[in-house]
């Protein structure tokens, strides 16, 4: 399956019916069609208005094992009141380095918010001990993703296959 496509689909799994959800660029534009009706969708622009959603999902250069994150192509996030903020990227950038770092190393936009990354590789909780693997693409192992992460990283005792 496509990168990209192994984002999407498990990202999809993260939407609850009757949720109202926001969406940067990118990845995240890129579930719109396989959204029921009554999902309620902002877009995320810097214009938008701050109003409390129950997900917002970017899509991110870098994040950082406390939960910083730095947006592709210099894009600004607005304020936003959400209850989980879903960092989407392919794991590791075209040259091969890490895009799940100790500290970010671009502007970091807003500070310390993602609770959850989700890559081609694995899905990611950020918690107060840090990082920690909860899921992993289908013939992808712990190590592999450990090897591809620029920042110590946790295994759950209940890691689970993503399901695709």
Same mark, same amino acid.
Request: proline letters at 7%; aromatic letters at 2%; glycine letters at 10%.
């Given at each position: 399956m496509d990168p990209t496509q192994i984002i999407i689909t498990r990202l999809l799994k993260e939407v609850q019916p009757?949720?109202?959800? $926001?969406?940067?660029?990118? &990845? /995240?534009? #890129? &579930?719109? /069609?396989? #959204? *029921? =009706? +009554? &999902?309620? &969708?902002l877009d995320l622009t810097p214009n938008t208005e701050s109003q409390p959603v129950q997900l917002a999902v970017v899509e991110a250069e870098e994040v950082s094992q406390i939960g910083d994150f730095s947006l =592709? +192509?210099?894009? *600004?996030? /607005? +304020? #936003? *009141? $959400? @209850?989980?903020?879903?960092? =989407? $990227? /392919?794991? +590791?950038?075209? @040259?091969?380095t890490p895009r799940i770092v100790q500290t970010c190393q671009l502007p970091i936009s807003p500070a310390g918010t993602a609770t959850t990354i989700i890559t081609d590789l694995a899905v990611i909780l950020i918690q107060e001990m840090g990082l920690v693997l909860i899921e992993v693409a289908p013939g992808i192992g712990a190590d592999e993703v450990k =090897?591809?992460? $620029?920042?110590s990283i946790h295994v759950a005792d209940d890691i689970k296959v993503m399901e695709l």
């Open positions: 009757g949720q109202t959800i $926001a969406l940067g660029r990118g &990845i /995240p534009q #890129l &579930i719109k /069609p396989h #959204l *029921e =009706t +009554s &999902i309620k &969708i =592709t +192509s210099g894009q *600004e996030v /607005p +304020s #936003l *009141e $959400a @209850d989980l903020w879903v960092v =989407t $990227a /392919p794991h +590791s950038r075209a @040259d091969g =090897t591809h992460t $620029a920042a």
